[in-house]
C-alpha cells in the first residue's frame, strides 16, 4: 500500500530537518564554515521543507496537495540547480577554479541583493574546496542527491492518482 499524501508531505518534511540538522552538526560540531553556495542550499532545503509541513499539517484536497508539490518542487529544482554549480565547482581543474571572494555578510552589508545574488550563484574558491566526504561524494554531491529526491517525490505528489472513494 501507497503511503497516503499527508504522510508523503511528513516524509518530505522530516528528510528535509533531518538534513538540515546535519548542516548545523557539521557546521557547529566538526567546525565546518559553510560558504555561500552551501548556505543557499540549506535555505532552499528549508524551502521544500516548509512547504512540505505546510501540507502535511494542512491536509488539503488533490488541487490543494498539488499546489504544495508544485511550491515544493520549486525550492527542490532550484536547490538542485545551486547543487549542480557547487559540484561542477569543485570539480574544476585547480588552475580554472575562481579566486575566493568576500564574505557572505560583508557581500550583504556592501552590495544590493541582486548583485549579491548573482556574486553567490557563481561561486567562488571557498566553493571549491572539499572539506568532506562520505561514501566518497562531497556534502554538495550528497546534497545534490537529497535535491533529486526531493524533486522526485515532489512530482509523485503531484501526479499521483487521487485514492478511490
Not at 529544482?77 to 557547487?86: K, P, W
Not at 550583504?108 to 572539499?130: H, K, Q, R
Amino acid at each position: 500500500m501507497l503511503p497516503s499524501p499527508r504522510l508523503t508531505n511528513g516524509l518530505i518534511a522530516g528528510v528535509c530537518t533531518a538534513a538540515i540538522l546535519f548542516a548545523f552538526y557539521l557546521d557547529r560540531v566538526l567546525g565546518m564554515e559553510p560558504c555561500p553556495l552551501c548556505m543557499t542550499q540549506r535555505v532552499l532545503v528549508v524551502g521544500c521543507g516548509l512547504f512540505a509541513l505546510v501540507a502535511f499539517a494542512h491536509g488539503p484536497g488533490l488541487l490543494g496537495q498539488r499546489v504544495y508539490a508544485v511550491l515544493a518542487g520549486l525550492f527542490a529544482l532550484g536547490g538542485g540547480a545551486v547543487a549542480a554549480r557547487h559540484v561542477w565547482l569543485q570539480h574544476l581543474p585547480d588552475h580554472l577554479v575562481p579566486a575566493c571572494g568576500p564574505g557572505l555578510a560583508y557581500m550583504l552589508e556592501t552590495f544590493p541583493l541582486s548583485e549579491t545574488l548573482e556574486m553567490i550563484l557563481m561561486g567562488d574558491g571557498n566553493c571549491a574546496e572539499v572539506v568532506w566526504t562520505f561514501l566518497g561524494l562531497s556534502i554538495p554531491e550528497q546534497t545534490l542527491i537529497l535535491f533529486t529526491v526531493l524533486l522526485g517525490a515532489n512530482a509523485w505528489q503531484l501526479f499521483r492518482r487521487p485514492a478511490a472513494a
